[in-house]
């Protein structure tokens, strides 16, 4: 029997002018890399996965007929969010937490990951881009994300934040957006994290293409449940419909 594929897809609408992705949508390691050594508990962290940002990411999909990426690999595997250089490609220490699977990894090692679970993040996101230019609306591409309320022990006040980098076509809109909500958000403009992060797949994906793009970070008590999450994907399919074809 095959192992399950390292990418989920959901089907859209190639001419809806979006495409949705999740990098750290899953927790789940293989069998056969033995949980990377890592204790259970620890994998109900931010360490190994965004909590909460798949099942907005599966809403939003459903809301506005639009395709989706999500990773069926944890990020303690390898981080697809990631320049193939970048150091914390395949992390040995994560917020405190050891990562023994990863300790030793050689060169060889980080090459059969990036065979193995990396590239095919990115030969999807290649072809659903492919299949979106085919039909004459290049997509903008939106990836999701959630982000602890507490660095360390100082809390984080945002609700969400949008990261971007040089291009704002799509970031500008959702800030305002968002500042607008009548929930009184508190909202980051490349907060908790600044964007350009050289590599990363929207960096990869969107700016190496000229595509519109932005990055969302939601506050993960926030969409941690059902309610939340469905909350959410509402409130950003109400902000994103207008900017769609």
Same mark, same amino acid.
């Given at each position: 029997?095959?192992?399950?594929?390292?990418?989920?897809?959901?089907?859209?609408?190639?001419?809806?002018?979006?495409?949705?992705?999740?990098?750290?949508?899953?927790?789940?390691?293989?069998?056969?890399?033995?949980?990377?050594?890592?204790?259970? &508990?620890?994998?109900?962290?931010?360490?190994?996965?965004?909590?909460?940002?798949?099942?907005?990411?599966? &809403?939003?999909?459903?809301?506005?007929?639009?395709?989706?990426?999500?990773?069926?690999?944890?990020?303690?595997?390898?981080?697809?969010?990631?320049?193939?250089?970048?150091?914390?490609?395949?992390?040995?220490?994560?917020?405190?937490?050891?990562?023994?699977?990863?300790?030793?990894?050689?060169?060889?090692?980080?090459?059969?990951?990036?065979?193995?679970?990396?590239?095919?993040?990115?030969?999807?996101?290649?072809?659903?881009?492919?299949?979106?230019?085919?039909?004459?609306?290049?997509?903008?591409?939106?990836?999701? &994300?959630?982000?602890?309320?507490?660095?360390?022990?100082?809390?984080?006040?945002? &609700?969400?934040?949008?990261?971007?980098?040089?291009?704002?076509?799509?970031?500008?809109?959702?800030?305002?957006?968002?500042?607008?909500?009548?929930?009184?958000?508190?909202?980051?403009?490349?907060?908790?994290?600044?964007?350009?992060?050289?590599?990363?797949?929207?960096?990869?994906?969107?700016?190496?293409?000229?595509?519109?793009?932005?990055?969302?970070?939601?506050?993960?008590?926030?969409?941690?449940?059902?309610?939340?999450?469905?909350?959410?994907?509402?409130?950003?399919?109400?902000?994103?419909?207008?900017?769609?074809?």
């Amino acid at each position: 029997m095959l192992p399950p594929h390292p990418v989920e897809t959901i089907p859209g609408d190639p001419a809806r002018g979006l495409l949705l992705v999740c990098d750290h949508a899953s927790n789940h390691v293989p069998d056969d890399l033995a949980r990377l050594g890592v204790p259970d &508990h620890e994998f109900a962290r931010h360490i190994a996965y965004d909590i909460g940002a798949a099942a907005v990411t599966r &809403h939003l999909a459903a809301l506005l007929g639009a395709p989706a990426i999500l990773t069926r690999f944890s990020r303690l595997i390898i981080d697809p969010n990631r320049g193939r250089a970048d150091p914390t490609l395949v992390m040995r220490l994560s917020d405190g937490a050891i990562v023994p699977g990863n300790a030793r990894i050689d060169e060889a090692g980080k090459l059969e990951r990036i065979r193995r679970f990396y590239a095919p993040f990115d030969a999807a996101i290649d072809a659903h881009v492919a299949a979106a230019e085919a039909t004459g609306v290049p997509p903008a591409i939106l990836t999701m &994300h959630s982000f602890t309320p507490y660095w360390r022990t100082v809390a984080r006040p945002w &609700h969400v934040g949008i990261l971007w980098d040089r291009d704002d076509r799509m970031s500008a809109p959702l800030i305002a957006g968002l500042r607008a909500d009548p929930d009184g958000l508190t909202v980051g403009d490349n907060e908790p994290y600044g964007g350009g992060l050289p590599g990363d797949t929207i960096d990869r994906h969107a700016i190496s293409r000229g595509l519109r793009n932005a990055l969302v970070e939601i506050r993960q008590d926030l969409i941690a449940e059902e309610t939340g999450q469905i909350e959410w994907a509402e409130r950003f399919a109400r902000l994103l419909r207008p900017m769609l074809p």
